[in-house]
């Protein structure tokens, strides 16, 4: 099968990690690895591209150019990832409309608030015109599916839970200790391991959180040493607080490439990070299918991925000591960390494998492609 994506709020090649490009890479891969012939039919960005002249004539452009790559690709369906209110998809309704051949998304997100704005209404028209194009549409976020119901039918909406390749994220110790090695940590220093790309907003938030969290458990358990993995704007800001309130006791790794993060999850006795804002967390689950327990905030978009008492432990926002705790709990009851990590692997390999959901992903293109679902 013949299948042009298209990911208007970073494409497949976007330099910067995030859970999205994940997610948006893991479907490409897989299709194609299921013997499909899935390509990326056009890289633009649609991302608030109607505030200015360039932006029109950008889209404009990257209308032209798809048209092209798609007469010469012939697909037999589209599939768009992540249409929403600031990167909409304006290119896939058209073409597969022109073509008559399926239009699907993955991972649209519908909120009515965005159209009374005016500063967001016109990305919300746009978003909602592709949302209701779409023949189909899969979301891996339970936070979504109400929205989404308010605008479709259920017939035309499919659950699919997020998923990694479990062999890229297996835990090694003779990795972890090589890395403890190199960053000069003791065999047997408590290592908390946090990671995200330090940007302003939630991730500057959430770590901010965490930072309070360790002054206070300093108090209690005062041996233990963070690394804190990931680069961004605001990393020199997070550098300059945490060796102010933390001296001695952080170390900035800097960014480090996925397919290297099972080294340092390896390494970790815990994985801590609060996931203020967090649609899912795809680091949540790498963490998990390394055995490494989770200590996060019990929010929405965290509660879908961590299991609290089963996979990790989930904590109230306050001023630090909910997460504080629960970290000097795990912290002296290597037992118990044992048995999170074991659980977390197992739920990773069993409920979050990519084989297996997006197995069922290709299997629902095909029955678009061959009209075997109802409309």
Same mark, same amino acid.
């Given at each position: 099968m013949r299948i042009a994506i298209y990911c208007p709020n970073k494409p497949l090649n976007h330099p910067h990690p995030s859970g999205d490009l994940v997610i948006a890479q893991g479907i490409h891969w897989m299709l194609n690895r299921l013997g499909h012939d899935c390509r990326e039919i056009v890289q633009f960005r649609s991302r608030w591209f109607w505030e200015t002249g360039a932006?029109?004539?950008?889209?404009?452009?990257?209308?032209?150019?798809a048209w092209r790559r798609a007469r010469a690709f012939k697909p037999q369906i589209w599939i768009t990832y992540h249409t929403y209110y600031k990167s909409p998809d304006v290119i896939g309704p058209w073409i597969t409309g022109l073509?008559?051949? /399926?239009?699907?998304?993955?991972?649209?997100?519908?909120?009515?608030?965005?159209?009374?704005?005016?500063?967001t209404s016109l990305g919300f028209r746009l978003n909602r015109w592709a949302v209701l194009r779409a023949r189909h549409v899969f979301t891996n976020n339970f936070l979504d599916l109400e929205a989404l119901h308010r605008i479709l039918p259920d017939r035309r909406i499919t659950y699919l839970a997020p998923g990694i390749r479990p062999e890229e994220f297996e835990r090694d110790p003779s990795a972890g200790h090589a890395l403890r090695a190199q960053l000069q940590i003791p065999?047997?220093?408590f290592l908390i391991l946090t990671a995200a790309r330090w940007r302003e907003g939630v991730k500057t938030e959430s770590f901010l959180h965490l930072l309070r969290a360790l002054v206070k458990l300093r108090q209690f358990l005062p041996d233990f040493t963070l690394v804190v993995v990931g680069d961004g704007p605001m990393e020199p800001h997070l550098r300059s607080l945490a060796l102010q309130? !933390? /001296?001695?006791?952080?170390?900035?790794?800097?960014?480090?490439?996925?397919?290297?993060?099972?080294?340092?999850?390896?390494?970790?006795?815990?994985?801590?990070?609060?996931?203020?804002?967090e649609s899912l967390g795809?680091?949540?689950?790498?963490?998990?299918?390394?055995?490494?327990?989770v200590v996060? !905030?019990?929010?929405?978009?965290?509660?879908?991925?961590?299991?609290?008492?089963?996979?990790?432990?989930?904590?109230?926002?306050?001023?630090?000591?909910?997460m504080a705790g629960a970290i000097e709990g795990l912290g002296r009851d290597p037992e118990r960390r044992r048995k999170l990590g074991a659980a977390g692997s197992r739920f990773v390999r069993d409920e979050r494998?990519?084989?297996?959901?997006? !197995?069922?992903?290709?299997r629902e293109l095909t029955a678009l492609v061959q009209g075997g679902r109802r409309q």
């Open positions: 932006g029109w004539i950008g889209a404009f452009r990257a209308w032209t150019d073509m008559k051949i /399926p239009y699907a998304i993955f991972q649209p997100m519908y909120s009515t608030r965005r159209s009374k704005s005016s500063s065999p047997d220093q309130d !933390l /001296p001695g006791q952080v170390v900035f790794a800097g960014r480090v490439p996925r397919r290297e993060m099972s080294r340092f999850y390896s390494a970790a006795d815990l994985f801590a990070f609060p996931g203020i804002g795809m680091v949540f689950l790498e963490a998990q299918c390394c055995g490494v327990p996060a !905030l019990d929010v929405a978009g965290v509660s879908q991925v961590v299991f609290h008492g089963e996979t990790g432990i989930l904590v109230p926002r306050d001023d630090g000591s909910a494998n990519l084989y297996k959901n997006y !197995l069922k992903l290709a």
